[in-house]
Structure formats: C-alpha cells, structure tokens
C-alpha cells in the first residue's frame, strides 16, 4: 500500500436487514485490494459489522467513515439514535435492548460491542441520551 490514506463513507439504512452488512462487506473487499494482511482485514470487517448491525437494529441507522493509512484502519460510526443508558452495561457480553422480533430475525444476542472492543486495537463509545452514539475504532496494520 502507498503513503496516500483512503477515505470511504457508507450511509447505512435502519430501515432495511437485508442490506445490513453491506458497508462492512464493501470495507473488507477495499482492504483486500490495497493488500491489508488477511488477519487485520477479519478484524475491521467483524468490528465494522456489528456497528453497522447495531445501527439497523438499535439507531435506525447512521453513518460509518472510514480512513485507510500504512499503519491504521480508523472507522468512525455515527447515529441519531435514542443513545445507550450505560455504556458500562452495553459493553457486557449478552446484554441486549433488542426487541423480541430482532432478535428472532437472530439479531440482538448482545455481542455487538464486546466484539467491536475484542476486534480493535483502541475503541471509543461517545454516546447522548435522545442524541446518539458515536464510537471510534483502530485497527492497527503495522
């Protein structure tokens, strides 16, 4: 990969599951083509995925940016949504707010931040209550 940084955007729709995945899909086939090494592509694509999940179900969707350098793959997501009560308990494994009908889609088992924390190499959780969320991620090439 040269010295240049690449910049991508996604504006993610919380109205549609069956689109949920797309961004995350899209950063890892960028990642591979700039020849990020697989292990690092797995990471941003597992912790970008269950951002993107997460503003479906919890934000009605968002926006994810994404910056690509030789030594670090920064993602930032942002939502309007309702915010999280207690980032602390979020961060739990298997405590979710999803609703009965996500989580019967096989959504909401409360993983999505754990994950995204276990996937990166620094993560941030910036979040309002009635004003959203907004976290940033690394994943680190180099």
Known sequence: MSDNSY???????????SVAGEASSNIKKVLGKLGVPPAVVRKVAVATYEGEINMVIHADGGTIDVEITPECVKILLKDKGPGIASIEQAMQEGYSTATEEVRNLGFGAGMG??????????????????????????????
């Open 7 to 17: 910049k991508l955007h996604f504006d993610i729709d919380g109205e549609d599951f």
């Open 113 to 142: 931040l754990p994950n995204m924390q276990k996937y990166t190499d620094y993560m941030n959780v910036d979040s309002v209550l009635g004003v959203g969320t907004t976290i940033e991620m690394h994943v680190n090439i180099k």
